[in-house]
């Protein structure tokens, strides 16, 4: 098992920033097959082999996965493109 955390600070309204994270969701829906849901300010995803989710507040948001045996060959690729893609909608 690997572990990715990461965290970023912010300025968005939580409506705008939620907004953003669902169109990462979405993106990484049609790549990965990849299922989300949020539950108040905390987005839960999963797929056979990972999960993990992404809490946000007024200042920043926390982004945990975990990823099984089949993915932890890579997970610094994977790390690197989750760290890419919130640069880029953040």
Not at 17 to 22: A, G
Not at 26 to 34: D, G, P, R
Not at 74 to 89: F, G, P, R, V, Y
Request: glycine share 4%; charged share 25%; net charge negative.
């Amino acid at each position: 098992m690997a572990l990715i955390h990461t965290t970023r600070d912010h300025n968005l309204p939580i409506s705008v920033l939620k907004q953003k994270i669902d169109n990462i969701a979405a993106e990484l829906a049609t790549e990965y097959q990849l299922t989300s849901e949020w539950e108040d300010n905390c987005l839960f995803f999963r797929r056979k082999g990972a999960s993990g989710s992404i809490e946000i507040d007024a200042q920043s948001l926390e982004l945990n996965l975990t990823l099984g045996a089949l993915f932890k060959v890579a997970k610094n690729d994977i790390e690197s493109k989750i760290n890419k893609m919130l640069d880029t909608h953040l």
